[in-house]
């Protein structure tokens, strides 16, 4: 099945191709497999076959919320790429981000999808505020935490939502953002400060005090942001020795 179904990228000729859509009820069900490597291979091979596979894209919505990692990311893959509708992509990437992953690519597939679905806002901003809380071990936040932040905080001017993370992030006692590339803690401080008088309604300023009196290394690196952030939110802030 796996063999016939990676020939699809290949022009089959029509009795090939029929052969392979035969297997997408077989590949359907194997996404219920007890082995989520059999699962991820199933999501795989139906990606592979493209249009006549839609078909799957209940059992496959349903599995990016799945308990195994590798078998969400391989179907949210799968759905990004086989569902017609952006309602459905939309629904399946923001659920994703709702549960924690230990790698980056199923937030890359989700954020993907956002960001060719652009929207005010339709539950994204829990969505990204759940992986922004929990963000993935891996290194491969690279290119994605700080437009992740950017975007949340857009879609909440207020606060209501992405004031509480930022002051957490911008702490960091559990060094989420500091282990990560890119430097994304300095993006959080700078983003915290931008909510003026709201951020310092809710202890910004102690925040930033802390890391600023800090001589831990993590909190020494950010230490002319967190400077130029009290200075911003009007602190009087002693010069730098």
Known sequence: IAGAAD???????????????????????????????????????????????????????ALVQ?????????????????????ETKLAAAMAS???ADTAYRGTQIAVNILRAHPAEDDGRLEALAARLRNLPDG????????PMLETAVSLDPQGRVMIPILLTAARDEELRYSRQQAN????VIELLAGYGD???????????????????????????TARQALMTLGADVPEAE
């Open 66 to 86: 799945d308990d195994h990692e590798w078998v969400r990311t391989e179907a949210l893959a799968t759905v990004a790429q086989l569902a017609p509708d952006a």
């Open 184 to 187: 994304p803690r300095e993006k």
């Open 139 to 146: 290194m491969g936040g690279r290119t994605l935490i700080r």
């Open 97 to 99: 981000l709702h549960l």
């Open 7 to 61: 020939r699809y990228g290949n022009a089959p000729d029509s009795d090939e191709m029929e052969a392979v859509v035969r297997q997408v009820p077989a590949l359907t069900r194997l996404l219920g497999d007890e082995h989520a490597w059999v699962q991820v291979r199933a999501a795989i091979a139906l990606r592979s076959i493209g249009a006549p596979a839609r078909g799957a894209l209940p059992v496959l919505v």
């Open 198 to 224: 709201r951020a310092r309604a809710q202890g910004a300023m102690a925040v930033l005090q802390e890391v600023l009196a800090s001589d831990d290394r993590h909190d020494v690196a950010q230490h002319a």
